[in-house]
């Protein structure tokens, strides 16, 4: 079975600043990764994906996430925080080669960004 | 391209009833995940519907129930609703094949009282 561990609930960072936010996760098959976001009262929009390619990965909105198997982790990052990136983190794994939508979540982090 | 369209977005229901739930994939998906997400928490995943069939299942007793129809649409239904039943549900829309992705709608906030 496969899991994902998000390390801390809540992260406050500074506009302009960088934004690290950490996963990593348990697979016993090579995993698919991902990270999505959530607005306030909203679905979940994906960010971006890790489907065995290349291991530097680049997402909408200036974020990139790295896989590194040595450390199973695929932590999320952003150069420069804007007040629009408040929101919550989702990172996802899926061993379903199927359609990609058997979906192990995390439990996420708020992101909020100071002025 | 229509994206994926969850109703109602929000519902009130008492203990004991029951509920349907309904989603509608995005265009060229023939894939529906249904997850249920509890306040403070992430989603987790309830069952996959693909070819009609209920194509996997998380860990959710019977009375979590689920259609998927021709056209790829779906249903959620939850019998003699729990207290605990209390969250939003997200219906994700995919199509089978390699480095594909979900597409999620906007939810449904299920109240039980």
């Known amino acids: 079975a496969q899991s994902v561990t998000q390390l801390g609930s809540h992260v406050s960072v500074s506009e302009g600043a960088l934004v690290l936010l950490r996963c990593n996760y348990s697979s016993s098959v090579p995993p698919y990764l991902f990270w999505y976001v959530q607005y306030p009262n909203q679905g979940l929009q994906l960010l971006l994906k890790y489907t065995s390619a290349a291991t530097l990965v680049k997402g909408i909105n200036g974020f990139e996430a790295e896989f590194k198997k040595s450390e199973t982790s695929f932590h999320l990052t952003k150069p420069s925080a804007h007040m629009s990136d408040a929101a919550e983190y989702f990172c996802a794994v899926s061993v379903d080669t199927g359609a990609n939508s058997k979906l192990t979540f995390g439990k996420g982090i708020t992101l909020s960004v100071r002025p | 391209e229509t994206g994926v369209t969850q109703s109602p977005t929000h519902l009130i229901k008492t203990r004991g009833q029951q509920v349907t739930l309904r989603c509608s994939s995005q265009s060229g998906h023939n894939t529906v995940s249904w997850y249920q997400q509890a306040l403070g928490q992430g989603p987790q995943f309830i069952f996959q519907?693909?070819?009609?069939?209920?194509?996997g299942r998380g860990n959710f007793p019977p009375r979590f129930s689920g259609l998927q129809f021709p056209n790829y649409s779906s249903e959620l239904n939850v019998n003699a609703l729990e207290l605990d039943d209390s969250a939003l549900y997200l219906c994700a829309s995919s199509r089978q094949g390699m480095n594909t992705e979900a597409f999620f709608g906007q939810g449904t906030r299920l109240t039980v009282v």
């Open positions: 519907y693909y070819r009609e069939e209920e194509n």
